[in-house]
């Protein structure tokens, strides 16, 4: 993989969480296990989604159509780590989210995973795929510091 430059990065994501990394997300050589990501991702996107566009998901849903990950650095307790979130692609019934996570290690921070994943926007009463609708296609680009 390329080098990425962190700084130049983080220019590209508004939304940043931190993570509480439990006990049980370790494996035996104390790092978290690769299974775990998918799962801070998951975290991650909803409280995104609170933020950028009080998504209701009662109203529409979205489904996981994949997901991709990249281990860049092992992510190891008790260093500080987060999460950015953003929206960088929007279709017409789907979008693409990005994430990054970096753990800050003897006071820098670093990155250890890059990541992405398709959603699907879905109906789940006539179980079928369904357009975005405009006002969040809208609200998505307000929120986000690169256009998309």
Not at 57 to 64: C, P, R, S
Not at 83 to 105: A, D, L, P, Q
Not at 117 to 134: C, E, I
């Amino acid at each position: 993989m390329p080098h990425i430059n962190l700084e130049e990065e983080k220019k590209k994501f508004r939304f940043k969480m931190k993570l509480d990394i439990r006990w049980s997300d370790m494996d035996e050589m104390r790092h978290v296990n690769n299974a775990v990501y998918l799962t801070y991702f998951e975290q991650a996107r909803v409280y995104y989604f609170h933020e950028a566009c009080q998504w209701n998901w009662k109203e529409i849903g979205a489904i996981l159509a994949n997901a991709h990950i990249d281990y860049l650095k092992p992510v190891v307790f008790p260093n500080p780590t987060y999460v950015y979130v953003r929206v960088s692609r929007i279709g017409n019934k789907s979008f693409e989210t990005s994430y990054m996570i970096t753990s800050v290690v003897n006071g820098e921070e670093q990155l250890t995973t890059t990541g992405y994943a398709t959603m699907v926007l879905f109906d789940y009463a006539t179980n079928q795929s369904v357009a975005m609708p405009d006002y969040l296609k809208e609200r998505l680009r307000n929120y986000e510091p690169e256009k998309i």
